[in-house]
């Protein structure tokens, strides 16, 4: 029973080491700040307008086009896609709501506002080393369904709807 119970202790601390050898492989959100929640909407201009009046601001933010950028184009399901959306946020002191108004092209919003209808699409967290956090993601059955990017950062959409209810989007900003 003695030699039993060296073996497991052994065994314990073997796999506790391989595991704090590899922060990545142990937590898949490093940063336990939630950026922002994407909410797909029909109509921005009323969405956002409604927002507004919710917060009680004075003024609606402008309404910006997301599409593809050279450096990083925009690929669904591992597809190159021309989709766009129609972006507004919201910063809050803690948290950033972003609408969004797929245009009927292949994408993570379209798809969503076919099957469900508006709503919560997804919450977003910064990562230092995107191409990691996918890899550590899909390596834990939570697939990449679109990717892009802009001249500063990139996201990566991952289905998280199975096990978390919804996607999760990483953000990696190359200036900070």
Not at 1 to 16: D, E, N, P, R
Not at 73 to 94: E, H, I, M, S, V
Not at 130 to 135: E, F, G, L, N
Request: aromatic share 10%; proline share 5%.
């Amino acid at each position: 029973m003695k030699k039993t119970f060296v073996v497991i202790i052994a065994a314990s601390f073997f796999f506790l080491g391989l595991s704090l050898n590899n922060p990545l492989e142990k937590e898949l959100i490093p940063e336990k700040k939630m950026t922002q929640v994407g909410i797909i909407v029909e109509d921005i201009e009323s969405a956002a307008k409604a927002w507004a009046a919710l917060l009680g601001l004075e003024e609606v933010p402008a309404v910006s086009i997301a599409s593809g950028h050279a450096s990083k184009p925009t690929a669904y399901r591992g597809n190159a896609t021309d989709a766009t959306a129609k972006l507004a946020f919201f910063q809050l002191d803690n948290i950033t709501i972003e609408l969004i108004e797929p245009d009927g092209k292949p994408s993570t919003w379209q798809e969503f506002l076919d099957t469900n209808g508006p709503g919560i699409h997804h919450i977003a967290f910064n990562v230092k080393d995107m191409d990691a956090a996918v890899k550590n993601f899909d390596n834990h059955g939570i697939p990449e369904v679109q990717h892009g990017g802009w001249g500063t950062g990139e996201y990566a959409y991952l289905d998280g709807s199975k096990d978390l209810a919804l996607i999760i989007e990483l953000l990696e900003h190359y200036n900070d």
